[in-house]
């Protein structure tokens, strides 16, 4: 079972976590040119202006979700890693490792998830009770209304039937649905209002079915819920129902030019509201006074939540900002380099000094010998480990006497590769391919099966393990996760078993580990002949290599020492 701490230190945490850091300038910029469009285009029609606002929170789960897919950095499933000059480093493969460095910035993802998951919770809810207007203390309208309504959407040109109903519990006029929308009217209010006053007031309802700002407003929903943390998504979110009233304003005025008469209706319905369940749907947004204004032709501006959201937003953003750019990005091993054996300079990781165990857990983990790291561990002062390092790079140092150190340049690309390309729910260093990766270099060749899926890496020489040697590897939950069946090691022996086919060597090696041996069947093709045969192993010392074949031996088979 994965822990929290693998779970945050998987590159979609990471990622998540930076894009939605990012998005606080991003949104706070998008917000800034749907300002800037408003106030160049303030005597462009509401349509236009609704357009503008929609455009821009579309572009915000776009932004969003093209910044994750730049630092995911777009991993394939199958990596063959390149071909370069082998540097062969201590070939011993610790069996532990220590825990991946967490991002602290991936703390944002979960906690951003859980609250989307409230929201959304919230919205269902809402949805929930605005669908069952539609069908609780509803009465059809009389039968002389209904075909005016059908000669008012031929007007508006409407093609959808549309259904008119009286509801008990409506407050305001309302439409419910998109593909078989109902218009609800408020108890009272055909009897309560003039002919010419319900014709404007169904014009403006016509008018969202005919926009589709049903479906416009599930779409404004389902942002809102995503970033639900920024005030720019909010102040957007009110740009576009504001906007969207407006325009439906105006196709009524167009069909019907008495504004004052309009003005009346609206204000008459008003006043007859009574509190009532406040849907979120299609009509409802906007500012009542501002909407009685315009229509009168009163443009003079109505004080609004708008500058506050908007200085609030840029502080927010501004701070964050300060914070991001302070606050470097979490560093991998591969990435930050280790106590440079040039100057004094002291790595930077997660925003702080890396420490000198962690170079040795982490940095140096797969190179450095355990007699060297006996004798650095014994060390008391950090000058002496400083020193240490500084010779431990130069030890290795294949071009000693130059600026460069060949060895250093190569383990740090190595480990870079590796958290690259072979990450999955741990960082990519400290998977198997990646652990071989960085001991051994690139394979000469690779063998990949993807129906197992399996990969099988050749190297034709690795010193102290000889010629043609194999490592596989195999992704049986098929989730990018790739293990290590069998694979050299220092010091280390395999006994190999005979087997007839290439199923016989399946069912023998699943066999063999229900016992617990560390089997894997290995099929070798040739010029002239298949050989199907099971490697059990390996073993670090001749005791535990003899115990092997005699359980091997106890289980009924003929084990051979593998060269």
């Keep these: ?3 929290l701490d693998s779970r945050l230190a998987a590159p979609l945490a990471h990622a998540l976590g930076r894009a939605l850091a990012h998005f606080l300038w ?36 776009l932004a969003f979700g093209a910044t994750v897919a730049v630092l995911l950095g777009g991993r394939p499933g199958t990596v063959q890693p390149p071909l370069a000059p082998r540097m062969i480093f201590n070939s011993v493969i610790p069996q532990g490792t220590p825990a991946a460095p967490v991002d602290r910035l ?5 906690l951003w998830l859980a609250g989307v998951i409230l929201f959304y919770s919230f919205r269902l809810a809402g949805w929930l009770r605005v669908d069952s207007l539609r069908r609780r203390g509803v009465c059809a309208a009389p039968p002389e209304w209904q075909q005016r309504l059908l000669a008012l959407a031929a007007a508006v040109r409407v093609s959808r039937p549309v259904v008119l109903l009286e509801s008990c519990m409506a407050g305001v006029p309302q439409v419910i649905g998109y593909w078989r929308p ?24 016509l008018a969202h079915i005919r926009r589709a700002d049903y479906l416009v407003g ?29 325009a439906c304003d105006d196709v009524v005025l167009a069909l019907r030019p008495n504004a004052r008469a309009y003005a009346v209706a609206l204000t008459t319905l008003e006043q007859n509201r009574w509190p009532a369940i406040r849907p979120a749907a299609a009509a409802n947004g906007g500012n009542l006074i501002k909407r009685i204004r315009r229509l009168l032709g009163d443009r003079a501006p109505v004080p609004s939540a708008r500058a506050s959201a908007l200085a609030g937003a840029a502080v927010l953003v501004a701070a964050v900002a300060v914070a991001v750019v302070a606050w470097p990005p979490a560093r991998s091993f591969a990435q930050s380099q280790p106590l440079s054996s040039k100057t004094s300079r002291t790595p930077a990781k997660n925003g702080r000094k890396l420490t000198y165990q962690e170079w040795l857990d982490e940095d ?10 006996d004798t650095f561990l014994a060390l008391r002062t950090d000058p002496e480990r400083k020193h240490f390092i500084e010779q431990f790079w130069l030890r290795r140092d294949p071009t000693s006497g130059t600026d460069q150190n060949a060895f250093k340049e190569e383990h740090y690309r190595r480990l870079a590769y590796a958290n690259e390309h072979f990450a999955s729910s741990v960082p990519g260093w400290k998977t ?38 194999e490592v596989v590897f195999r992704d049986p939950g098929r989730k990018g996760e790739f293990r290590m069946v069998a694979g050299p090691a220092a010091h280390g022996f395999y006994w190999r078993v005979e087997v007839g086919s290439g199923n016989a060597a399946e ?22 002949v298949s050989l199907d045969q099971v490697l059990v192993g390996p073993y670090p010392d001749e005791a535990s290599f003899a115990k092997a074949k005699a359980a091997l031996e106890a289980a009924g088979f003929h084990p051979d020492r593998a060269q």
């Design 106 to 110: 991936a703390w944002l993802a979960p």
């Design 507 to 528: 069912f023998a090696a699943q066999s063999l580990r229900a016992k617990g041996l560390p089997a894997v069947a290995w099929h070798r093709h040739t010029d002239r």
């Design 432 to 469: 198997d391919r990646g652990h071989i990766y960085i001991a051994y270099g690139p394979p000469d060749e690779i063998d990949d099966h993807p129906e197992v899926p399996q990969q099988i890496w050749r190297f034709r020489y690795i010193p102290e393990l000889g010629n043609g040697i």
């Design 182 to 205: 109902v218009i609800l009217l408020p108890l009272g209010a055909l009897a309560g209002l003039s002919a010419e006053q319900v014709e404007a007031i169904l014009i403006h309802e």
């Design 1 to 3: 079972m994965m822990t």
């Design 218 to 246: 599930l779409m404004q929903g389902l942002i809102e819920g995503l970033f639900f943390f920024h005030p720019a998504v909010w102040w957007i979110s009110a740009v576009m129902r504001t906007e969207r009233e407006y």
């Design 364 to 373: 140096a983990a797969y190179i450095i010998t355990a007699a060297e790291r």
């Design 26 to 61: 991003q949104g706070a910029l998008l917000a800034a040119a749907l300002w800037v469009a408003l106030f160049i285009g303030a005597g462009r029609t509401a349509r236009w202006r609704h357009h503008a606002a929609m455009a821009c929170l579309l572009a915000m789960p």
